[in-house]
């Protein structure tokens, strides 16, 4: 959703590095390119005037002249407004003193509460709660009969004693479900309730009163982020109507230009709180302004892929994989496939590799990137015995041609798997060696490093040919200034009278 902002502003900063003092009409001209590629991206417009002055005014400040690097202490600001008009700090749900808590979803039509209903009942589930969906939306056509699916799909309760379609009380069915929460020990109750194709006073006074009737501990607005300045105009109406403490935004995942997630905030007070990013039940998590502005400014995101990462691999799995990782031949054609569906479990490779730094430069090579090849690559190790693949070794030219057939390949692209195969092996057995850097167990330069040293030349002068030969071991403990030379000498042997051949 923002490529198009990102991409605006990495041209800006590109610009600004090669300078090492910014001048005023540096700072003009910068701030001129922040201004237009906020508006391009259909932020509100006292939104950009207010972000605007606070960048140029901290840009004139000393923080920037007298700065190192001028440049990247302007990025570094506006990364900080960023973060700043986004929300702050990471806001989290409000739950209440005495279970049930209540959360009351409000938004247009079309917004997608119903589906953010499930999503986050399946947020709530992986947090440990007990969480109930409640079907409020009685009036949209199979609205209930899609809540009751979406409950299901995220294997939670639903309560909904009402068929819809125009049929029953929204008001009194929220304020049922709160007992229904209470007898059944459910710790998180969720009212979907319904929506409109635009703002109208009965809209309004039915969410109205559901609230007055359930006291929701979090009313959440759900605004969809493809709408553009229609979010800020719609979320305004609703805080004047209903009021609301928190946003939530959907349809991240849209190629819309992204401005109402950073209008919305600013124009109503009230923090972003959860962002839905793709069409399945797992798209969903907590907002972090931070990480959103890191991936605004392609500075990555790589906390949130670390938790991906942590949702999806075992722990102990994960320890006796890296164990046959650094064993090299440990390492097999089956282990390759489990580690490979794990990384396809934590979502589309391109949205992974775009949470790393600098991806936003490679946006074109990243659209190239396609799941089906993991899923071709799957179907090649599938159509091998246990044994090719315990042992890629023995899979030959039949072989290869039988697993072509099986797989639905080609047999070059059996045979580039298997060499790179056996090029990932031969990496991680060297990793596992050390490669050869300073400090990594088993390297060259170490074992060199710990090489006994040679004993000192002797020289060919004869006079001291009768020394005996110097030893490299070192001295112990008590035995004088001769070290453990005293042991080799005749007893009685007198050092001070001893003469070199030829001394008188």
Not at 46 to 61: C, L, N, T
Not at 250 to 271: E, F, I, N, Q
């Amino acid at each position: 959703m923002f490529e198009t902002l990102s991409d605006r502003l990495t041209s800006v900063f590109s610009s600004l590095r090669a300078k090492g003092r910014l001048s005023d009409a540096d700072i003009d001209a910068t701030c001129r390119e922040i201004r237009i590629a906020l508006l391009e991206a259909d932020v509100a417009l006292p939104v950009v005037k207010d972000f605007v002055a606070h960048v140029k005014e901290r840009a004139r400040g000393v923080e920037v002249s007298q700065a190192l690097n001028p440049a990247q202490q302007v990025v570094k600001i506006v990364n900080d407004e960023l973060i700043d008009i986004l929300g702050g700090e990471t806001r989290r749900l409000r739950y209440a003193k005495t279970p049930p808590t209540v959360l009351m979803l409000a938004g247009l039509q079309g917004s997608g509460k119903t589906t953010l209903a499930g999503k986050l009942a399946r947020w709530l589930r992986e947090q440990g709660h007990v969480p109930l969906l409640v079907a409020c939306d009685l009036q949209r056509p199979n609205a209930v009969q899609q809540l009751s699916v979406m409950a299901e799909r995220a294997e939670v309760a639903v309560f909904a004693p009402e068929p819809g379609n125009g049929v029953g009380d929204p008001v009194e069915v929220a304020r049922r479900s709160v007992e229904h929460a209470k007898r059944q020990q459910h710790d998180v109750v969720i009212i979907d309730t319904a929506g409109r194709l635009g703002i109208d006073q009965e809209l309004m006074r039915q969410a109205a009163d559901i609230r007055d009737a359930v006291s929701p501990d979090e009313v959440l607005f759900v605004v969809d982020a493809m709408i553009g300045q229609d979010a800020v105009t719609t979320a305004q109406a609703f805080m004047t109507g209903v009021g609301f403490d928190g946003v939530v935004l959907t349809k991240l995942d849209g190629d819309a230009r992204g401005g109402a997630a950073l209008s919305v905030r600013h124009v109503t007070g009230r923090p972003i709180m959860f962002a839905s990013t793709g069409e399945k039940l797992e798209d969903f998590d907590a907002f972090h302004p931070d990480r959103m502005a890191g991936r605004i400014l392609d500075m990555g995101d790589i906390l949130t892929l670390i938790e991906q990462a942590q949702k999806t691999f075992d722990e102990a799995e994960a320890a006796k994989m890296a164990s046959k990782m650094a064993s090299g031949d440990g390492f097999t054609l089956d282990d390759f496939l489990d580690q490979m569906m794990m990384v396809r479990k934590m979502g589309p490779i391109k949205n992974l590799l775009g949470m790393m730094p600098g991806m936003g430069q490679m946006r074109d090579q990243l659209n190239q990137v396609d799941d089906k090849d993991l899923d071709r690559i799957a179907a090649i190790i599938r159509s091998m015995t246990p044994g090719e693949r315990a042992e890629p070794k023995i899979i030959k030219g039949s072989r290869r041609e039988r697993i072509a057939r099986g797989s639905g390949v080609t047999v070059t692209e059996v045979n580039n798997l298997v060499i790179r195969f056996f090029e990932a092996q031969k990496m991680m057995k060297r990793m596992s060696q050390g490669m050869g850097i300073p400090g990594m167990p088993g390297g060259r330069r170490q074992q060199k490093a710990i090489k006994p040293k040679k004993g000192r030349r002797v020289s060919g002068d004869p006079r001291k040919a009768g020394l005996p030969k110097p030893v490299a071991e070192t001295p112990k403990p008590g035995t004088g200034a001769l070290g453990n030379l005293g042991q080799q000498l005749p007893p009685g042997f007198d050092p001070s009278k001893f003469k070199f051949p030829g001394q008188k």
